[in-house]
């Protein structure tokens, strides 16, 4: 193993949700360097569409880091560089000709903290339409919102104010709201960094079916530290450990069946 | 609360009353330096209010005059340069000394009686003519402005237990004056001179026009340049610009440029706009632009860490759902951050308002009587006003000095108000 240390052992190889689906995001030995710091190393994976795929791993590992390179948010934070390849469809997303605004677009996001902005709710959800110009007219608009917010399960809890400010919901009404803008643009992929992790557990599960009903439509992507859940909402489970993409596997298997020392010893607690 | 004071972890009693008389000793600091701070402020308002308020009325008093076609316009042509020109001190004189009955011969108690009047009664006179001509010919009742010693009796600033010889009012002035008042011919009110008058020699006629004009103009040029220029250089620093060196030194730049003393913003403008660029001098445009320059690097600060203070959750979930760097900026950052930019903002108007030293540099101190059409027309602001009212002799002037600093003040408690108004409503909106 010392020969290799980059090398990400594959359970099995392929993954079988890997052969079974079409193919979203593939990365091929990327790099991620917040100034000295070499925070992913030499990371490969090929990430299924319509599934739910997991990173796990202890903190500080890069998993949040390489999901923010998916979408190109580590483009904001100075001093962060980017090498190797991302391709999403089989595009590489740091080509020079690419549109950051655009594959932003494409790949939604929902952060750690529910962050809804400080407006009312259907303007939290109507705002990337309407910046996009995706809603032909008012109506059209409505019914984007109306839809995004069933499709995030939160339509029944708030549509009799929707003009009240998102940001008095309770944390897993807010997080849901989130996943609703994400939704409203129709993404293909949805990035999820830790979104549970500031929730009750209630709301957690309701955050986790709904992720369960939104892959039928989307590509998930989600960071969790929590195994538990990894192994309920995933199909794909990644293990990080210390920026390096450790193990890579169906979800049944990989918390069956270990093939490295590292993930067994994580998923049994022996560390993290 | 005892002092016997007894813990389960067994800690001392006397640590915790210890900390206990410390806690109470801080607090009781603040109490007082509130206390300090109120007193003071009460002392400062009893002080300027009470010396100034007297200059918010103006006496007048009642003498009938007779509007004499013969010595106003003898032609009857009721052409304008001729009413204009007529003699209408004389006019003022006669009606004076007829009203008082003072003898043709006895000169001294006519020039006593012609000190209880202004001496812009025959302005008032003058103007009275031009407005309605058909006056010519009738006798009416006219409110003169009654004099600075007038005022000052009626006020009771002169003490009468004083010795003739000593004093400013002479006996025979007060009686004058207690007779008119008897009389109902003394009447004080409001007044609107202060408001609507140029600079003037006599108190009575001195007004704050021209300065409340020179200080608006000066606010609106502060607002449509440094505003516009600080919230922009802002953004870019704070959101655009790449944080290297040339960034750093530009920071600590206007970091220095807030604490430069603001007269060394009047020698800059009287160097760039008026040497330079060879703009009149008193005008309000130069002074407007000094104090744009002076309030610039605050409104610069001020914009900065209201961006900063705004959580980047936000920008994340903007840039997260495809928002364009500037979308995010404008949509989002700018509209959550507008209640402490204007904060800042007004801060630095009211500090622009009150400021006077960059404005002696540019030649603001001037006596000007008609109000400025322009902002290139020489003006003056209101502290200079102050300035200047402050310096001059007459007693009368020592009140209006009073009442310009309360319409100072009025006005930055304005400035305030509005502030904390556009505050609420910007911070209602969500």
């Keep these: 193993m010392n020969d290799m240390p980059y090398k990400t052992v594959l359970t099995p190889e392929p993954p079988k949700i890997v052969a079974l689906n079409p193919t979203k995001i593939v990365a091929q030995d990327v790099n991620v360097f917040y100034g000295e710091k070499h925070a992913i190393k030499h990371l490969s994976i090929t990430i299924p569409d319509k599934a739910v795929s997991a990173f796990i791993g202890p903190s500080g590992c890069g998993k949040s880091t390489f999901l923010r390179s998916i979408n190109r948010m580590n483009d904001t934070i100075a001093g962060c560089r980017v090498t190797g390849k991302i391709t999403v469809d089989g595009e590489d997303i740091y080509d020079k000709s690419l549109d950051v605004v655009d594959l932003r677009a494409r790949i939604g996001m929902v952060f750690q903290k529910p962050n809804p902005f400080p407006k009312s709710i259907f303007e939290n959800v109507a705002y990337g339409p309407r910046i996009h110009g995706l809603a032909k007219d008012k109506t059209d608009l409505e019914r984007i919102v109306t839809e995004s917010l069933q499709r995030a399960s939160l339509w029944d809890e708030v549509k009799d104010r929707l003009h009240a400010p998102g940001t008095g919901l309770s944390g897993g009404q807010q997080q849901r709201l989130c996943i609703a803008r994400a939704i409203s643009v129709n993404p293909e992929v949805v990035l999820m960094d830790e979104p549970c992790s500031a929730l009750d557990p209630i709301a957690t599960a309701r955050i986790e079916e709904l992720i369960i009903e939104l892959k039928e439509k989307f590509c998930i992507v989600i960071v969790t530290h929590s195994m538990q859940q990894a192994a309920r909402v995933s199909d794909l489970t990644a293990f990080f450990h210390l920026g390096i993409l450790v193990e890579v596997g169906d979800t049944d298997e990989i918390f069956t069946v270990p093939q490295d020392k590292r993930t067994h010893d994580y998923i049994t607690g022996r560390f993290g | ?430």
């Design chain 2, 1 to 430: 609360m005892s002092d016997m004071v007894q813990t389960k972890r067994g800690m001392t009693s006397s640590l915790i009353v210890k900390r206990r008389r410390a806690e109470w000793r801080f607090r009781a600091y603040g109490v007082a330096a509130i206390v300090f701070c109120f007193l003071a402020i009460l002392v400062l308002f009893t002080s300027i209010i009470g010396k100034g308020y007297s200059a918010f009325q103006q006496s007048h008093i009642s003498v009938p005059i007779k509007f004499d076609a013969a010595a106003i316009d003898p032609d009857g042509t009721k052409n304008h340069d001729t009413l204009m020109g007529a003699d209408y001190e004389s006019l003022v004189k006669e009606s004076v000394y007829a009203a008082l009955s003072v003898p043709e011969d006895n000169k001294p108690a006519r020039k006593h009686a012609m000190e209880l009047i202004s001496d812009s009664a025959d302005t008032q006179l003058r103007d009275k003519v031009l407005a309605a001509p058909s006056i010519i010919g009738k006798t009416v009742e006219v409110s003169l402005f009654a004099s600075d010693r007038v005022d000052a009796v009626l006020k009771g600033n002169i003490d009468r237990t004083v010795p003739e010889a000593d004093r400013q009012v002479s006996d025979q002035q007060l009686a004058w004056i207690d007779g008119w008042q008897k009389a109902g011919k003394i009447s004080q009110d409001f007044n609107t001179g202060l408001f609507t008058n140029g600079a003037s020699s006599k108190p009575e006629s001195a007004g704050l026009l021209v300065a409340i004009i020179g200080s608006v103009y000066m606010m609106l040029i502060v607002i449509f340049v440094a505003v516009p220029l600080g919230v922009a250089s802002a953004i870019y620093l704070e959101e655009f610009a790449p944080k290297n060196r040339w960034t750093d030194l530009i920071e600590v730049n206007v970091n220095n440029l807030a604490a430069v003393p603001s007269i060394v913003f009047g020698l800059l403008g009287l160097a760039i706009f008026i040497n330079g660029f060879g703009l009149p001098r008193s005008a309000s445009l130069v002074g407007g632009l000094v104090l744009s320059l002076m309030t610039l690097p605050t409104i610069i600060i001020a914009t900065r860490a209201a961006l900063g203070s705004i959580p980047p959750s936000i920008k994340e979930a903007a840039l997260g759902v495809g928002a364009s760097k500037m979308q995010t900026i404008f949509h989002h950052v700018l509209p959550l951050a507008i209640p402490g930019i204007l904060t800042g903002t007004i801060i630095g108007l009211v500090r622009a308002l009150g400021e006077t030293a960059p404005l002696l540099m540019i030649g603001m101190v001037a006596f000007i009587v008609d109000p400025p059409k322009s902002v290139l027309e020489p003006a003056t602001a209101l502290p200079i006003q102050i300035y200047m009212w402050a310096t001059s002799a007459e007693r009368g002037f020592a009140a209006r000095t009073g009442a310009a600093t309360i319409v100072l003040l009025l006005f930055s408690f304005l400035m305030n108000a509005g502030a904390i108004y556009l505050r609420r409503k910007f911070e209602r909106r969500w």
